[in-house]
């Protein structure tokens, strides 16, 4: 989880705020921007409504609103907006998270947030998806930098029985399916190969069952 927090003092700060760039993996879950309050207006304000006004359509929100009653001077009370980053995220992409904030008068205010997709930051294998499966399975996989991949399946008695990725790709994260339904059923094993543009190589298998 990344937890990016930004105060705010109510009635007390310019139109717009921009700040340095985020960076965001894909895939990552129940990241959170926080938006703190405090009231500098010497009164109570009865009510506060932000909501999201802008955001990146690889970012997904749990919940585009929310309102804040009765700020007092004693109080710096905060709006948590809980979001995941989609696995197909593009690394490399830049964009904008804005929120609207409003009280009660209808007076508005705006604060922006730079996010931008960062690659993975290590090669990972995932166990296949389902397993046991019958008759196809997805493999998902995080490359760290572009790199040449190959995915091959293997029989118990290492006889190679599908080859599923063999090509250059994109640093991210990815999922390749294995499709089984002219194969027997029994263990099978899937190596993942890639060598970066460094010339750095990642290597990892993982057994998978299949049953029909």
């Known amino acids: 989880m990344q937890l990016f927090k930004y105060f705010l003092t109510f009635l007390l700060c310019t ?21 703190s ?9 009865q009510s506060v409504n932000i909501s999201v006004q802008e955001a990146p359509e690889w970012i997904e ?22 979001f995941n980053i989609s696995d197909n995220a593009p690394v490399g992409e830049e964009g904008k998270v804005s929120f ?5 008068t209808g007076r508005k205010w705006f604060r922006s947030y730079s996010v931008k997709v960062s690659p993975p930051k290590t090669f990972e294998v995932h166990q296949n998806y389902p397993n046991p499966f019958n008759p196809s399975t997805k493999i998902k996989y995080l490359i760290p930098q572009d790199a040449f991949v190959t995915i091959k399946v293997f029989n118990v008695l ?31 094993f899937y190596v993942v190969e890639a060598k970066g543009l460094d010339g750095k190589r990642y290597f990892d298998s993982k057994k998978m069952i299949l049953l029909k």
Do not use: C, M, W
């Open 100 to 104: 609207r904030i409003t009280d009660q």
């Open 61 to 82: 929100f749990s919940s585009n609103g929310k309102s804040i009653d009765r700020i007092n001077k004693a109080d710096k009370p905060a709006a948590q907006f809980y």
């Open 15 to 35: 139109s717009v705020y921009s700040q340095s760039v985020y960076e965001l993996t894909p895939g990552t879950k129940s990241n959170v921007f926080e938006l």
């Open 37 to 45: 309050f405090a009231n500098g207006t010497g009164s109570i304000i």
């Open 158 to 188: 290492g006889e190679e029985v599908n080859k599923l990725v063999n090509d250059e790709i994109k640093a991210g994260i990815h999922e390749a399916i294995f499709n089984a339904v002219n194969i027997s059923s029994g263990f099978y």
